[in-house]
Nanobody, 121 residues
Framework: QVQLVESGGGLVQAGGSLRLACTAS????????MGWYRQAPGRQRELVAV???????NFGDSVKGRVTISRDNAKNTVYLQMNSLKPEDTAVYYC???????????????WGQGTQVTVSS
């Protein structure tokens, strides 16, 4: 089993910044993809950003140019730095890890519990 713990959400004014962090724990050898998704009320969950073990990144169209994603493999932690936040960025942000090599072999698609980000206008 892999557990994910997220931190860093909260309330921020439009134009401000937030940094989210997500740490994976368990018997982990290697994590392929680590990323962030978000879901606003009444909307589908969407990609924010993802980073692979060889540092390839992909970003959702709505956040390109405003967010960066990084990871610390030694700590099994992924970070999301969000700048120039807008009210439409308000959502629950979920951490995701995929293709995790654990003591039991490869395991796929774990999700965190979510952290609320609220951007006031």
């Amino acid at each position: 089993q892999v557990q994910l713990v997220e931190s860093g959400g909260g309330l921020v004014q439009a134009g401000g910044s937030l940094r989210l962090a997500c740490t994976a724990s368990g018997i982990i050898v290697r994590i392929n993809a680590m990323g962030w998704y978000r879901q606003a009320p009444g909307r589908q969950r969407e990609l924010v950003a993802v980073i692979t073990s060889d540092s390839n990144t992909n970003f959702g169209d709505s956040v390109k140019g405003r967010v960066t994603i990084s990871r610390d493999n030694a700590k099994n932690t992924v970070y999301l730095q969000m700048n120039s936040l807008k009210p439409e960025d308000t959502a629950v942000y979920y951490c995701n890890v995929d293709k995790v090599l654990t003591g039991r072999g490869y395991e796929y698609d774990y999700w965190g519990q979510g952290t609320q980000v609220t951007v006031s206008s």
